[in-house]
């Protein structure tokens, strides 16, 4: 246990912090099931949303808000195109690129 009255003090704030922390966390790994078993665009602006904010807080890591926000978006797009709706998931034709014409270097003398 801290004898000095700051140490005590910060104690104190990390247990309010450690429960309210793992109450967001349940709350958002909720969000993400719910996301996986009903893959509807509204669900996931929710999940979107609590996911920037989770990562704003520093409750997740950004990367890793980006990663589930990734996959789980890429999870609703295939269902929504093999149901028949946007088109959006499906892969455009390959188009040829023109070669970039590189300009010859003139040297100061």
Do not use: C, W, Y
């Not at 979107?48 to 996959?71: E, V």
């Amino acid at each position: 246990m801290p004898i000095i009255k700051s140490a005590i003090k910060k104690l104190r704030k990390d247990k309010v912090r450690t429960v309210k922390n793992k109450v967001k966390k349940e709350t958002l790994k909720a969000l993400i099931k719910k996301v996986r078993v009903n893959k509807t665009p509204e669900n996931l602006s929710a999940v979107f949303s609590a996911l920037d904010k989770a990562a704003k807080t520093n409750l997740i890591h950004k990367n890793k808000a980006a990663r589930l926000k990734s996959r789980l978006s890429k999870g609703v797009i295939q269902t929504s195109s093999a149901i028949g709706g946007s088109v959006s998931g499906r892969k455009k034709s390959a188009q040829k690129k023109k070669p970039v014409k590189k300009l010859a270097k003139t040297s100061k003398k």
